[in-house]
């Protein structure tokens, strides 16, 4: 079977598992469907998919990490910054150290700087693979900021601490002054990049944009490859891709605060960049799935090396590894919180102490995904001297179990501790929303007797009243808005009818879109038409939605 042939299996299974997860009659993640569809592929296809594990890095990385610093809420990071820098900084060297110390005395034939490889590239969390387990139980909106976050950051960590293991297992030495001023230089070369290359081909973009006019999907293109360029031209400069491409969506993010991306495009970007996501993500665990059988077969040939025969001695390492993953990472948390407290009251702030629930979930929210897969299939085949890579089979499949387990752990044991748990609320939310709403109403109902005046001026007597009527349904419009800022009862009333406006705009919504299908059926309007009030409807639809 030819390479086009298994990636339309492999999306093939990654849209199937999306139906399989929705069928079940009982919550299971998506990643764990996937990684059984995965299986499921590789026992029928009986085919054996060969990864370049630098190809592997370049095609899935990039994209995902940029994403990941695009959408995540910049005011939840800053807010939180010190909790969430504690984890994804503090936890994943802690965590290196220690179950690095660790797998290497479960497995001494393992080398030490191969045991802190598989520490590190088990260190990243995956947002990801906790809302799957979370899509049926509601999470903390506060709780999800921080371990998205902690994901954003220790992805980058994580991996550069990877690197940085692996290095030392291919020459055989390790110097930890050298190592510091090298992370210096990747990290700061690496987030200097990202930023100044994602202005760069935004300036050109726009530039060129005004000079030559531009087709509806250059932009979309070029979101697509603006993570992919930030990663090679840093990878080119010895510096770190991994964070060039974080620092490239940061910056993304905050470039569309200008407003020069039309409304359409951000849609249809939106609208592609979410079909991305999700076959990058499916298709890593379909590719875990599909790789499974292999891993196991020569995992436990290669445990033999460690002086066991007995295969299952595979799932004890697996599990104390995981355990000891979860105990290092509930002792982290506990003790960061308490120090935490301890800093909020020295500063004479008044805080509570944090439910036992919100630490355990904290803890049991640590699981692995995309990121720990992606990262442990690059290791290298072959040392320079032309021999094996040690233990390079075990640790796929020790890193694999730990993305299993941890996701295992998390399904069956986030749900009832996240039911009724209740973190202290996003500040002012609701304040914050109602001041934008506010602001945004008062210089739009400017904009729209300046424009009433200007259409006035230029119009017929006959004209007139048709401006000045139109101008009143428009008012009106923002005039509502402004209304909120009365009593908070009102404020409450007027939300509950336009609660009531927006479920009676979706029913008429629904039965306009009926109808031109059903004139377009019996072939009363032409498919063009249809094509062009469906996109209206839609995009309406989108707003109430």
Request: hydrophobic letters at 55%; one cysteine or more; proline letters at 5%.
């Amino acid at each position: 079977m030819n390479s086009i042939e298994l990636v339309l299996a492999m999306l093939l299974g990654v849209l199937a598992s999306g139906y399989v997860v929705r069928m079940l009659p009982f919550s299971l993640p998506l990643p764990l469907v996937q990684i059984a569809t995965g299986a499921a592929i590789s026992g029928v296809l009986k085919h054996g998919v060969a990864l370049d594990p630098d190809v592997f890095f370049l095609l899935f990385l990039p994209p995902l990490l940029f994403l990941d610093g695009w959408r995540i809420p910049k005011d939840g990071l800053l807010r939180d910054k010190t909790v969430i820098l504690e984890l994804a900084l503090g936890l994943v060297v802690f965590t290196v150290l220690g179950a690095g110390f660790l797998i290497h005395w479960l497995i001494p034939a393992m080398p030490l700087a191969v045991a802190f490889a598989l520490a590190a590239i088990v260190s990243p969390t995956d947002p990801v693979a906790v809302s799957s387990i979370t899509a049926r139980v509601p999470i903390p909106k506060r709780l999800m900021h921080i371990l998205e976050g902690e994901s954003l950051l220790n992805d980058a960590s994580g991996l550069v601490c990877f690197r940085f293991a692996v290095a030392a297992a291919m020459t055989g030495s390790f110097s930890l002054a050298s190592a510091s001023l090298s992370f210096l230089w990747v990290a700061l070369v690496g987030v200097g990049i990202g930023v100044i290359f994602t202005l760069a081909v935004n300036l050109m973009q726009r530039w060129l944009s005004r000079q030559f006019g531009e087709e509806s999907g250059s932009p979309i293109l070029l979101s697509l490859l603006i993570p992919f360029g930030a990663y090679l031209l840093s990878e080119q400069a010895q510096a770190s891709g991994i964070l060039a491409a974080v620092a490239a969506g940061i910056t993304t993010s905050y470039v569309e605060l200008g407003g020069r991306v039309l409304a359409t495009t951000r849609l249809q970007r939106t609208a592609v960049w979410n079909a991305v996501q999700f076959a990058l993500n499916g298709i890593m665990f379909v590719l875990l799935g599909e790789q499974l059988p292999g891993i196991l077969h020569d995992a436990a040939t290669s445990v033999q090396q460690s002086g066991h025969l007995n295969p299952w001695w595979l799932a004890v390492y697996a599990l104390a590894i995981t355990a000891g993953l979860g105990l290092l990472r509930f002792v982290w948390v506990w003790v960061s919180m308490r120090l935490t407290l301890l800093q909020a009251r020295h500063r004479g702030e008044r805080t509570s102490k944090p439910h036992w629930r919100i630490i355990l979930a904290m803890s049991l929210a640590g699981v692995r995904g995309a990121i720990t897969l992606a990262g442990v299939l690059t290791l290298p085949l072959l040392m320079p001297d032309g021999s094996a890579f040690p233990a390079r089979d075990l640790t796929i499949f020790l890193a694999t179990a730990v993305i299993l387990l941890s996701l295992l752990m998390a399904s069956f044991g986030l749900p009832p501790l996240l039911k009724g748990l209740e973190l202290p609320g996003e500040p002012a939310a609701q304040r914050e929303e109602d001041q934008a709403r506010h602001a945004t109403a008062t210089v739009a109902i400017a904009a729209v007797e300046q424009t009433q005046h200007e259409l006035a001026q230029k119009a017929t007597a006959a004209d007139a009243d048709i401006y000045n009527n139109a101008a009143a349904r428009v008012l009106a419009f923002y005039q509502r808005r402004l209304d909120c800022d009365t009593s908070d009862s009102d404020a409450a009333q007027l939300r509950k009818a336009d609660e009531a406006e927006r479920q009676l705009r979706l029913a008429a919504l629904q039965a306009e879109r009926a109808e031109i299908f059903n004139l377009a059926r019996q072939q009363r309007i032409s498919d063009e038409l249809s094509r062009k009030l469906i996109r209206e409807l839609d995009l309406t639809e989108t707003r109430y939605r």
